[in-house]
């Protein structure tokens, strides 16, 4: 008896889950269009991208456009330059976030009200407004148009530090306070008690970061003087402008290029998609 | 940090080239600025950008976080799919979408042809088309973002709220209504300021797709600056442009942090 009522009860409770999921999955397909798009184009001999009427799906497939890019751009130095200007930007980033996060959330010292009202204010500041005086000083002192000089603008800014400090205001202070107690030094509690409780957040911010600086156009388009200098989506952006598009070849370098933050986002999607939804509400 | 942001406001007052030092010329780019019919298309485009992306964005993003809402077979895919336009690099991306709008052999120009829409001059080559295809591509990227945003505030709304208003036969839209939107109205509100703000400062997907064409008909206040600064290299010019920028921006933020220390003090 009580079998029939679930069964009469979830069938059609079933179907309609199936329905929805249904819509769902062809809403969640027109979505990724273009991504798709871009990997089939990858695969697809140089004769069926250009082809009319377009199509979808390829006939056959191809690796040619992922065997020429290296030699049509220089692919490699693109990558590389990514990698390091991402990388460098979010592990100074993380180290000085962090620390100036916990300065502000624990430490008593003059003008720290001054520093925090800063930095709020700095929140606000589209950072397009500081594009000109930072181009003009890295350029008198040499380092326009080099990776470090794309780096060190970076390596702290207004949002990490105050991701951070809330987070420290949310942890217990009885470790530290324990640890004080025993003697400890400021940078000891920080290294060995704090930094180890907050890698949650410092994987979050992280992401945010590596993410936010591999993928940033206009700061490396300007701070690059030529393609070999620029990052995956600056030196694909000036290559484009200067040459008749391949898009076979376009689409293999671009799904290259958009590989390891993909990839990097499916593996700690969880704690991302959290990290959103709880800064968001602040 | 600030140093910046002193040094821009200094440079605005100024003509600087960066090959012969800066010359003081006190609000002469201001002056300027007002009557410069670049700079007020650039305003207006990007006024109309951000007054159209912006509802078009927090709208959908609602509608898919409640049908996300919902248990349904597959939901993880839709969502993570809905939310990695948000994850990917806008620039490289919108090679893809140039392609798809393009006049001769894009998929999207070719399937919008067989139901009817044909463009004379392609997508993104028709100054009248060029704003919108930029704007869909806008939505596009940054609705998931959003989505994720509204989902975490349904997920704090009590079922038993829904349940009590089933008993009474309250409709699905009454339901939508007198609960999900009142009681999502803080959302509404930090989520329409963030996409407003993010949308003044649109720049990667109009550099790619069409450079600020065609005729400037997309040519927003970032694309300016852009041009200005680093292609015009008038530093002090570009200077002040981007003051008006900041004053957008920092009006909005300002909004946003005051609606939401009220709302703290009346806890």
Redesign the interface.
């Known amino acids: 008896m009580a079998s029939t009522i679930t069964a009469t009860r979830s069938r059609p409770d079933f179907v309609h ?2 329905l ?3 819509g ?2 062809v ?3 027109a ?5 798709i ?2 990997v089939f ?1 990858a695969f697809k001999p140089e004769a069926d991208v ?7 799906f390829p006939r056959s497939l191809t690796l040619q456009h992922f065997a020429d890019i290296w030699d049509a751009i220089p692919f490699a130095r693109l990558y590389g330059n990514t990698i390091v200007f991402a990388g460098g930007v979010t592990i100074f980033s993380l180290l000085f976030d962090s620390m100036t996060g916990y300065a502000l959330a624990r430490l008593e010292f003059r003008g720290k009200n001054v520093v925090f009202v ?1 930095i ?1 204010i ?5 950072f ?10 890295l ?1 008198s002192i040499g380092l326009a148009g080099t990776l470090p000089g794309m780096i060190v ?1 970076r390596m ?3 949002f990490g530090i105050f991701f951070m400090r809330q987070f420290y205001l949310s942890l217990p202070r009885d470790l530290e306070e324990a640890a004080r107690v025993d003697g400890a030094s400021e940078w000891r509690i920080f290294s060995r008690i704090i930094t180890p409780l907050a890698r949650p957040a410092l994987l979050t911010l992280g992401l945010f970061h590596f ?1 936010y600086n ?2 940033d ?2 700061w490396p ?2 701070m690059s003087k030529d393609i070999e200098g620029a990052t ?3 030196g ?2 000036m290559f ?2 200067q040459h008749v598009v391949e ?1 076979g070849l ?2 293999a370098g ?1 799904v290259l ?2 590989m390891p ?2 990839i990097f ?2 593996v700690i ?1 969880k704690s991302f ?1 959290a990290g ?3 800064t ?3 | 940090m600030v140093w910046p942001l002193v040094q821009s406001a200094y440079l605005s007052f100024t003509e600087y080239n960066r090959i012969q030092a800066a010359r003081w010329v006190g609000v002469h780019n201001y002056v300027e600025l007002v009557q410069d019919e670049q700079v007020w298309n650039a305003l207006g485009n990007t006024a109309v950008y951000a007054v159209v992306v912006t509802p078009i964005t927090v709208l959908l993003a609602l509608a898919f976080a409640i049908f996300l809402n919902r248990p349904m077979v597959g939901r993880e895919f839709v969502r993570t799919a809905i939310f990695m336009p948000f994850i990917v690099s806008m620039a490289i991306i919108s090679f893809a979408w140039s392609f798809l709008l393009d006049a001769n052999i894009g998929l999207v120009t070719y399937w919008l042809g067989q139901v009817g829409f044909v463009t004379e001059q392609g997508w993104l080559t028709d100054p009248q088309l060029a704003m919108p295809a930029v704007m869909l591509v806008g939505v596009w990227k940054s609705v998931g973002f959003y989505m994720v945003m509204y989902l975490a505030g349904l997920q704090s709304i009590p079922t038993e709220l829904y349940e009590a208003a089933r008993v009474d036969g309250a409709s699905a839209w009454s339901r939508f209504r007198h609960i999900t939107w009142p009681l999502l109205a803080n959302q509404t509100m930090l989520v329409s300021i963030m996409a407003a703000i993010a949308t003044i400062q649109v720049f990667d997907q109009i550099y790619v797709m069409t450079r600020g064409g065609p005729f400037f008909s997309t040519e927003t206040l970032v694309m300016l600056i852009y041009r200005v600064g680093f292609q015009d290299l008038r530093l002090g010019y570009g200077s002040a442009v981007s003051w008006v920028l900041m004053i957008l921006v920092f009006g909005l933020s300002m909004l946003q942090f005051g609606y939401f220390r009220k709302r703290a003090v009346t806890y």
């Open positions: 889950r199936l929805l999921g249904v769902g999955i809403l969640g397909l979505i990724l269009l273009p991504i798009w871009m184009t250009v082809q009319y009427p377009p199509a979808l800063l709020m700095l929140l606000m500041v589209p397009q407004v500081t594009l000109i005086p930072l181009y003009d000083l350029g603008p702290t800014n207004a993410q591999w993928n156009l206009l388009l300007i995956l989506p600056a694909l952006s484009v402008g898009y376009l689409m671009s290029a958009l933050v993909v986002f499916l999607q998609v959103i939804a709880t968001g509400m602040k």
